[in-house]
């Protein structure tokens, strides 16, 4: 997946408050949403439009009976027929915008739902590709949990139980050497071999922090 910066966090609104939710927050991975969320919509267009024209086809069936019904009736005036005719073909025309932005509007609506759904999926991801990366630069403490109602909540327990596990080693691996380097002034040992091991729980501690 190729999530971009757009999902970086985003910094506090002037009134203290939690950043706006911007559509292109939602869009972490442009390419996977907008491919599964188009594939979502052409697929429900499709039948829309297919079960419209079923529709349609019915109504203008209807008023062509309705004219046959009107020619064989020769004491109808004319201009009854006619306004009886134009109002037929009005209501087709109703019933033919109606199927368009019946199908418009489902298609925005779907589009919607589907970058919404998509981002509870992307959105875990990404955070922990980002939690990651913090593990492989040495810092071993998370940032923040998943979201309520998000994807993959099992997947981050897990990964957030083995940084803790690693957490507590790195922790008892510090305490340890500790240990040492006291042992290590008690027993006289130089300066240097001191600063050395200094150095070294030093940035061990640091991966704690």
């Known amino acids: 997946m190729n999530m971009g910066a757009n999902a970086e966090t985003r910094p506090m609104s002037s009134g203290g408050g939690p950043p706006k939710r911007r559509l292109r927050n939602y869009l972490l991975d442009r390419r996977f949403q907008l491919k599964y969320t188009g594939m979502v ?9 297919v079960l419209g024209y079923f529709v349609y086809d019915h ?20 201009e009854v027929a006619n306004d009886l005719e134009g109002w037929a073909e009005a209501q087709d025309r109703k019933v033919l915008y109606s199927i368009l932005g019946g199908i418009l509007a489902l298609a925005l609506v779907l589009g919607l739902i589907g970058i919404i759904v998509t981002h ?21 403490k998370l940032a923040g949990r998943l979201r309520k109602g998000d994807e993959l909540q099992e997947l981050f327990e897990a990964f957030a139980n ?34 050395h091991l200094t150095e070294v729980r030093d940035r061990m501690a640091m991966t704690l922090e």
Do not use: F, W
């Open 41 to 49: 919509v052409l697929a429900t267009v499709l039948v829309a439009a």
């Open 59 to 78: 109504s203008r069936g209807q008023t062509e009976a309705m004219s046959i019904t009107m020619a064989m009736q020769p004491d109808l005036a004319p």
């Open 120 to 140: 509870k999926v992307v959105g875990p991801a990404y955070k922990m590709r980002l939690l990651l990366n913090q593990v492989a630069d040495g810092k071993l």
């Open 162 to 195: 083995m940084v803790e596990s690693l957490r507590e080693a790195q922790a008892r691996e510090v305490a340890e050497l500790d240990a040492a380097i006291e042992q290590a002034r008690e027993s006289g040992a130089s300066d240097e071999a001191l600063a």
